[in-house]
């Protein structure tokens, strides 16, 4: 597949990659490792993986083989769902244990669910559902069950699942637990989905409320904790509530996270309060900060802003209709009609 030939720095032949699975290998050297940092260099060689393992003393601490379903795991975190379940489908007849099965289905129904696969979705949710009605209840099985249940607009049946799932996780993740939040997170965000989806507006209202009362001053260090809360500014600007949208806009969890935000979100109740005026400026200031923090990646503004302006391609879980176009385009469309 690749045209450079790798050589293995141990047996000295030519790394043909089919010879194993793990091949071509890369192993590096860091020297002085407990001296000064400035007498530390590091060298990398390609090797075989069957030559290192059989240099090596003792290779009980060697864990590379067996980890399919770590790799499946990281090719669904990054959307490469045909990768994904290409895996997961050799996984699944190998799984030993019902709760295997059970933790693999939940991520074989997201695989099929964005490569739009209902046949094979429905069939994956419906095992996970017979086993869970066997006595094997599986959290992640529950909230595909109740994701599939919003979507088809059957939110009694959704609030149900989730019930089901909020009781399933507090006995399979421990407290305290990065994953709890996850989870956590997860179900709050699919509450105040089906809320809206009732027609529960102030509860929803005061929700948001009571978030920015807590999380305002939060300041997020990875994307994940900011896509967490994607679900508040979706209900905020569903409920248009612009007393809301500017306390988001304002909060330090926005501005420490996306500093442009802050003047999309002003931009936005300045739209909800009919001043068009003056969301045209502040979408203006939020489409030239934009510009200088993509460019400051060393990205092609154009081409970032293009991407965004079209539909996203995910499906998401519990999405909250959004009755304006997207940010960018909104944006686009101030600047025409007042941009002089
Ligand atoms: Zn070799």
């Known amino acids: 597949?690749?045209?450079?030939?790798?050589?293995?720095?141990?047996?000295?032949?030519?790394?043909?990659?089919?010879?194993?699975?793990?091949?071509?290998?890369?192993?590096?050297?860091?020297?002085?490792?407990?001296?000064?940092?400035?007498?530390?260099?590091?060298?990398?060689?390609?090797?075989?993986?069957?030559?290192?393992?059989?240099?090596?003393?003792?290779?009980?601490?060697?864990?590379?083989?067996?980890?399919?379903e770590y790799v499946a795991g990281e090719y669904l975190r990054s959307g490469k769902y045909e990768k994904a379940i290409a895996l997961y489908e050799k996984l699944l007849p190998e799984a030993e244990e019902t709760e295997d099965i059970q933790n693999i289905l939940p991520n074989m129904i997201q695989c099929y669910k964005q490569l739009k696969d209902i046949a094979k979705q429905n069939a994956s949710l419906e095992r996970g559902l017979e086993l869970c009605s066997q006595g094997h209840e599986s959290a992640g099985i529950y909230y595909e069950a109740a994701a599939a249940a919003y979507a088809s607009g059957d939110f009694q049946l959704a609030k149900d699942y989730i019930k089901k799932y909020k009781k399933s996780y507090e006995i399979e993740i421990p407290e305290d637990s990065e994953e709890r939040i996850e989870y956590v997170a997860e179900e709050f965000g699919a509450n105040l989905a089906l809320r809206l989806a009732l027609d529960k507006d102030e509860s929803v209202r005061s929700a948001c409320s009571e978030w920015l009362d807590h999380m305002s001053d939060f300041v997020p260090t990875s994307l994940d904790e900011v896509e967490r809360y994607d679900v508040i500014d979706a209900s905020i600007q569903y409920l248009r509530d612009a007393d809301l949208m500017y306390r988001l806009a304002e909060s330090t969890?926005?501005?420490?996270?996306?500093?442009?935000?802050?003047?999309?979100?002003?931009?936005?109740?300045?739209?909800m309060r009919g001043n068009d005026e003056k969301a045209y400026q502040e979408f203006l200031n939020y489409k030239r900060i934009f510009r200088e923090q993509v460019e400051n990646h060393g990205e092609d503004f154009e081409k970032v802003w293009e991407d965004l302006k079209s539909n996203p391609q995910e499906i998401k879980d519990f999405a909250i209709p959004d009755n304006d176009p997207p940010l960018a385009v909104l944006v686009d469309q101030y600047i025409d009609k007042f941009g002089k």
């Open 1 to 68: 597949m690749v045209a450079v030939a790798y050589g293995c720095c141990i047996c000295g032949e030519d790394i043909d990659e089919d010879s194993h699975k793990l091949d071509p290998c890369y192993i590096q050297v860091n020297t002085n490792m407990s001296g000064d940092e400035e007498e530390q260099l590091e060298q990398g060689f390609f090797c075989h993986y069957e030559c290192f393992k059989g240099k090596m003393d003792y290779d009980g601490h060697l864990n590379l083989e067996g980890q399919e």
């Open 253 to 271: 969890f926005i501005r420490s996270a996306t500093p442009s935000l802050e003047f999309g979100y002003r931009g936005l109740a300045e739209l």
